[in-house]
């Protein structure tokens, strides 16, 4: 069975590594509890990590807000013009593994249980400052939620599981996959058609809403952590583990092919419409890990490391959450809580956080 929670090119034991040169919070006894305490951000864009080493799992935007999920119940609300930062936790010691927010106030999280502890998805309807448990999953990782409104929505993990709901989390029903793959990723581009893919190359497809799945054929066996659709046609897949591997489809999945040449591993894949998009990838091995921006377009004709770009300095710590609002507009985030932010489409920055 595969033993992966979620990206396993990156995801090990963060305790080793931090952010060299960014800011490190000393924390007095009494502030053992920093991470409740909201702090405002110092920069535009999300924010940056408490300086802790954790996790950043999952990132998503609704309008002017922003919501960081991660490692044990971590939960960050932001403003995108970086004036209000909100530091919550869902009560449970459970990593986060993915958010998707259906509108600016009801949103979904999914989660990863420890020890003997299965998976749980959690809903909110104030935009994330209270949570309540709408389902206790029979598998130990849900590693990937989508919704297309408030009530209608899948998550994915563990097994070939896929469950959909078309109630807001009231019920759920088992989807059949005919896989037992560990499903890490979704895209619905629309209530009919849905795209989901895993460990072993998984690809997987439905045209009746989860009801029933097809397998497609990506040629790869490296595990793939990323699904993006900008229609029902349209789409990348990007995963692997021993090398980067990123395939595209322009005919609904009956044909994949390869993009990108000489690509680090990948975890994340997000586009802004059929041309422009990005993706992130991990260089070097645990510890060393050393984060990728890279920017695609001309619909994959083009591949741009961003990464020398990032101010202060490029990545030294592991990327694997991704949300592109626009081709101007992007966030990353991963290691040590670390989110990066662009707002030209061009340049990024570190988000940094004002000193409690």
Same mark, same amino acid.
């Given at each position: 069975?595969?033993?992966?929670?979620?990206?396993?090119?990156?995801?090990?034991?963060?305790?080793?590594?931090?952010?060299?040169?960014?800011? =490190?919070?000393?924390?007095?006894?009494?502030?053992?509890?920093?991470?409740?305490?909201?702090?405002?951000?110092?920069?535009?864009?999300?924010?940056?990590?408490?300086?802790?080493?954790?996790?950043?799992?999952?990132?998503?935007?609704?309008?002017?807000?922003?919501? /960081?999920?991660?490692?044990?119940?971590?939960?960050?609300?932001? /403003?995108?013009?970086?004036?209000?930062?909100?530091?919550?936790?869902?009560?449970?010691?459970?990593?986060?593994?993915?958010?998707?927010?259906?509108?600016?106030?009801?949103?979904?999280?999914?989660?990863?249980?420890?020890?003997?502890?299965?998976?749980?998805?959690?809903?909110?309807?104030?935009?994330?400052?209270?949570?309540?448990?709408?389902?206790?999953?029979?598998?130990?990782?849900?590693?990937?939620?989508?919704?297309?409104?408030?009530?209608?929505?899948?998550?994915?993990?563990?097994?070939?599981?896929?469950?959909?709901?078309?109630?807001?989390?009231?019920?759920?029903?088992?989807?059949?996959?005919?896989?037992?793959?560990?499903?890490?990723?979704?895209?619905?581009?629309?209530?009919?058609?849905?795209?989901?893919?895993?460990?072993?190359?998984?690809?997987?497809?439905?045209?009746?809403?989860?009801?029933?799945?097809?397998?497609?054929?990506?040629?790869?066996?490296?595990?793939?952590?990323?699904?993006?659709?900008?229609?029902?046609? =349209?789409?990348?897949?990007?995963?692997?583990?021993?090398?980067?591997?990123?395939?595209?489809?322009?005919?609904?999945?009956?044909?994949?092919?390869?993009?990108?040449?000489?690509?680090?591993?990948?975890?994340?894949?997000?586009?802004?419409?059929?041309?422009?998009?990005?993706?992130?990838?991990?260089?070097?091995?645990?510890?060393?890990?050393?984060?990728?921006?890279?920017?695609?377009?001309?619909?994959?004709?083009?591949?741009?490391?961003?990464?020398?770009?990032?101010?202060?300095?490029?990545?030294?710590?592991?990327?694997?959450?991704?949300?592109?609002?626009?081709?101007?507009?992007?966030?990353?985030?991963?290691?040590?809580?670390?989110?990066?932010?662009?707002?030209?489409?061009?340049?990024?920055?570190?988000?940094?956080?004002?000193?409690?």
């Amino acid at each position: 069975m595969d033993t992966v929670i979620r990206h396993s090119h990156c995801r090990r034991n963060p305790g080793s590594r931090r952010l060299s040169g960014k800011l =490190i919070l000393l924390l007095a006894a009494g502030l053992a509890f920093l991470m409740l305490c909201p702090a405002l951000a110092g920069a535009g864009g999300p924010p940056q990590h408490r300086g802790v080493d954790a996790w950043l799992n999952g990132v998503d935007v609704v309008g002017d807000w922003g919501w /960081s999920v991660g490692s044990s119940g971590l939960i960050v609300h932001w /403003s995108r013009d970086g004036g209000t930062r909100e530091v919550w936790s869902l009560g449970v010691s459970d990593d986060i593994q993915a958010i998707d927010m259906a509108t600016a106030k009801v949103g979904y999280v999914v989660t990863a249980g420890k020890g003997s502890s299965k998976a749980v998805v959690f809903k909110t309807t104030d935009g994330g400052r209270h949570w309540s448990r709408k389902l206790t999953a029979a598998v130990d990782v849900l590693a990937a939620v989508k919704f297309r409104t408030p009530s209608l929505g899948w998550v994915a993990g563990r097994g070939g599981t896929v469950l959909k709901t078309t109630n807001g989390g009231k019920t759920w029903a088992k989807q059949q996959t005919k896989t037992t793959e560990t499903l890490y990723s979704l895209s619905f581009p629309s209530a009919k058609v849905g795209y989901a893919v895993g460990s072993g190359g998984a690809i997987l497809k439905t045209v009746n809403a989860g009801k029933t799945w097809s397998k497609q054929a990506g040629g790869t066996t490296e595990a793939l952590y990323g699904v993006d659709f900008v229609g029902t046609t =349209i789409g990348w897949a990007v995963g692997g583990d021993a090398v980067g591997v990123c395939l595209n489809t322009i005919d609904g999945g009956k044909t994949w092919n390869p993009q990108g040449s000489d690509l680090p591993p990948l975890a994340a894949v997000d586009f802004a419409d059929a041309t422009t998009g990005w993706v992130l990838g991990n260089e070097g091995a645990w510890p060393n890990v050393y984060g990728k921006v890279i920017k695609v377009t001309a619909g994959g004709g083009t591949w741009t490391d961003q990464s020398a770009t990032v101010d202060p300095s490029p990545p030294d710590y592991g990327l694997i959450a991704l949300k592109v609002v626009d081709p101007q507009h992007a966030y990353a985030e991963g290691e040590s809580e670390a989110s990066l932010y662009t707002d030209d489409g061009v340049l990024w920055h570190l988000a940094h956080t004002a000193t409690p």
